[in-house]
């Protein structure tokens, strides 16, 4: 058996395209331009990647967008300010604040500061809470682009063995509430887990996402299974590579997310969809599922 590809690139190319045709129907009827201010605090390489890709994908698809780049020395209270004249600025729908912060800044402070109808990664406390409860308002998006690649393969949740790999806030929670309320039944993996081998080979829908390169291998899949491989990793070869050996779980498993070009681009684009959403909602409509 060699595993489909899940092609998130082709994917999110689609999004995006439904995207820009929201926004420029959003235009017309209401004069309206969904706007994201994206903060980055400091140099850090990968993140100042990481913006530039977020910024182009709002330009591309009609989006206003504002990079607003501060010192790495930059204070608390000057950062919270940035976000309060953010909050207050009408134009703008979303408010992202580039992870990981410089050290001596309180990360969770910076999240709670931001308002939650502007959270459009969706880690405020308020939108942790109303997905928590099943009535999402903005689901992180990466987590949400995971939902979108199993949906377009048509993959069977309700009943479905579902395990993450990974209990962090930003994927491995969220990940877990989503299958969970879309009637799988879920498992979810830490770093304490025993025989995590054990709890892979159970999942007919397998989502791994620690930033450890290789940690699932094919031995781990039960065959058949969807793996959905959230991690990126810079090996010894200089290359990307995911939390799972690609080469072994592609000759067991029935689809997989190769790395690059798989749950990376959904994440981008599901980034625009959540700006979007936060600028129909802002209008007091109620956002039109793509």
Request: charged share 20%; proline share 6%; with cysteine.
């Amino acid at each position: 058996m060699t595993a489909q590809l899940i092609n998130g690139t082709e994917l999110a190319r689609s999004l995006r395209a439904d995207v820009a045709q929201q926004v420029t129907e959003l235009k017309e009827r209401h004069g309206l331009v969904p706007g994201l201010a994206v903060v980055l605090v400091g140099d850090d390489p990968a993140s100042q990647v990481y913006v530039r890709n977020k910024v182009r994908a709002c330009a591309e698809a009609g989006l206003h967008s504002e990079l607003r780049q501060l010192p790495a020395d930059t204070t608390q209270d000057t950062l919270l300010n940035e976000i309060d004249e953010l909050n207050r600025n009408p134009a703008i729908h979303g408010i992202l604040v580039q992870l990981p912060l410089p050290a001596g800044l309180s990360s969770h402070a910076v999240i709670e500061a931001i308002a939650p109808e502007k959270d459009v990664d969706g880690f405020h406390v308020s939108n942790a809470g109303l997905l928590f409860s099943g009535q999402p308002r903005v689901i992180p998006c990466t987590p949400y682009g995971v939902m979108k690649m199993l949906e377009s393969l048509n993959t069977p949740l309700r009943g479905a063995e579902a395990v993450v790999v990974g209990a962090s806030n930003i994927v491995g929670k969220p990940m877990a509430m989503l299958l969970l309320q879309a009637g799988a039944t879920v498992t979810l993996c830490n770093s304490k887990t025993r025989d995590l081998a054990a709890q892979c080979r159970r999942a007919d829908v397998l989502v791994v996402a620690v930033g450890r390169e290789g940690i699932v291998n094919g031995d781990m899949i039960k065959p058949g299974a969807v793996v959905i491989d959230v991690g990126i990793n810079r090996g010894a070869d200089g290359k990307l590579h995911g939390d799972v050996h690609f080469a072994s779980a592609r000759e067991v498993a029935g689809a997989i997310t190769p790395v690059p070009g798989g749950v990376g681009p959904m994440t981008i684009a599901m980034l625009l969809v959540n700006t979007l959403e936060a600028a129909q909602r802002s209008l007091g409509t109620q956002p039109e599922t793509l």
